[in-house]
């Protein structure tokens, strides 16, 4: 036998050692990736970091749930203050047009009765009623008091709708019809969702924040505007997600629909540019606020 064979044979056999080594490794990096990717969805935007169950400004600290601290970033359309991330009072324009209502929605089947509806044009807030514009309507004496998390820039909740409708008379608008805001999220090619067909990720709204899928834990919503990726095409946030929102009741009734879904919803369906809720206008839920509408 040649003296140099058992030289080669050991190079060989370390060669093979590497290789299966390298690949033990690439496999575990892989492995790692993935588990990461499935348990840390990307649920909130650039300038907002995951906090428990919350979606807070860069820098902020959680404390007994809510974002504390003056932040260093936030969501692309809240400014910083020293209360946390803060929406602007904006307005969007909503063009007029035919809403048309139906069950193309295979989940809306028996559910969605078909209608065509006409809608004027009109203005809607960009931003759900958070706790510091209700409080001001508080502080001058038109709008009852209700609870308030401590965080000025979350999403009222806990509202009936005639204390809804109570602070958009003080704005100076209404609540909107529940079909300019079924309007508003739809639009003339009715949307599935508020900012599209596809695509109900955790990115795109505050929803399954309770048990899940998006978090864990939550009691509340969150800031309003913190999800920038679910705009509509007008400019309006939160349609879907965080507060469902409470529509104008009919004259008379003691019911009224919210829509949109909330923070607590688990499935993705309650996000449906045609789901609501019919409920006693006097009905007073965490998961439940509201936005105004003006005339157009």
Same mark, same amino acid.
């Given at each position: 036998?040649?003296?140099?064979?058992?030289?080669? =044979?050991a190079?060989?056999? #370390?060669?093979?050692?590497?290789?299966?080594a390298?690949?033990?490794?690439l &496999?575990a /990096?892989?492995?790692?990736?993935a588990? #990461?990717?499935?348990?840390?969805?990307a649920?909130?935007?650039? #300038?907002?970091?995951?906090l428990?169950?919350?979606?807070?400004?860069?820098?902020?600290?959680?404390?007994?749930?809510?974002?504390?601290?003056?932040?260093?970033?936030?969501?692309?359309?809240?400014?910083?203050?020293?209360?946390?991330?803060?929406?602007p009072?904006?307005?969007?324009?909503?063009?007029?047009?035919?809403?048309?209502?139906?069950?193309?929605?295979?989940?809306?089947?028996?559910v969605?009765?078909?209608?065509?509806?006409?809608?004027?044009?009109?203005v809607?807030?960009?931003?759900?009623?958070?706790?510091?514009?209700?409080?001001?309507?508080?502080?001058?004496g038109?709008?009852?008091?209700?609870?308030?998390?401590?965080?000025?820039?979350?999403?009222? =909740?806990?509202?009936?709708?005639?204390?809804?409708?109570?602070?958009?008379?003080?704005?100076?608008?209404r609540l909107?019809?529940?079909d300019? /805001?079924?309007w508003?999220?739809?639009?003339?090619?009715?949307?599935r969702?508020?900012?599209?067909?596809?695509?109900? &990720?955790?990115?795109? +709204?505050?929803w #399954?924040?309770?048990?899940?899928?998006c978090? $864990?834990?939550?009691?509340?919503?969150? &800031?309003v505007?913190?999800h920038?990726?679910?705009?509509?095409?007008?400019g309006?946030?939160?349609?879907?997600?965080n507060?469902?929102?409470?529509?104008?009741p $009919?004259?008379?009734?003691?019911?009224?629909?919210?829509?949109?879904?909330?923070?607590?919803?688990?499935?993705?369906? +309650?996000l449906?540019?045609?789901?609501?809720? $019919?409920?006693?206008?006097?009905?007073?839920?965490? $998961?439940?606020?509201?936005?105004?509408?003006?005339s157009?």
């Amino acid at each position: 036998m040649s003296p140099r064979a058992p030289a080669g =044979a050991a190079r060989h056999a #370390g060669r093979l050692v590497l290789g299966a080594a390298l690949a033990a490794a690439l &496999v575990a /990096l892989v492995v790692v990736i993935a588990r #990461g990717r499935a348990e840390q969805p990307a649920r909130c935007a650039a #300038g907002m970091v995951a906090l428990g169950p919350r979606c807070c400004g860069e820098g902020q600290r959680l404390e007994a749930g809510r974002c504390t601290g003056r932040p260093r970033r936030c969501a692309s359309a809240l400014r910083q203050d020293d209360t946390g991330c803060v929406a602007p009072e904006q307005r969007a324009f909503i063009a007029g047009g035919t809403l048309r209502v139906g069950p193309g929605d295979w989940e809306a089947q028996g559910v969605v009765p078909r209608r065509e509806v006409a809608i004027a044009p009109f203005v809607l807030d960009a931003f759900e009623i958070d706790e510091r514009r209700y409080g001001a309507c508080v502080a001058a004496g038109a709008c009852g008091a209700v609870p308030f998390s401590g965080e000025p820039s979350r999403a009222v =909740a806990g509202v009936t709708a005639d204390d809804a409708a109570r602070f958009c008379a003080w704005a100076g608008g209404r609540l909107p019809t529940r079909d300019e /805001l079924g309007w508003a999220a739809a639009g003339p090619a009715s949307r599935r969702y508020a900012w599209g067909d596809t695509g109900a &990720v955790c990115r795109r +709204a505050a929803w #399954g924040l309770k048990t899940g899928p998006c978090g $864990e834990g939550a009691v509340g919503p969150e &800031v309003v505007g913190s999800h920038p990726d679910g705009v509509s095409p007008d400019g309006v946030y939160d349609l879907a997600g965080n507060v469902a929102e409470w529509t104008q009741p $009919e004259p008379g009734s003691t019911t009224a629909e919210a829509r949109g879904g909330s923070w607590a919803d688990g499935e993705a369906a +309650a996000l449906r540019s045609w789901n609501r809720r $019919e409920l006693d206008r006097a009905t007073r839920s965490p $998961e439940i606020g509201f936005r105004c509408a003006y005339s157009g």
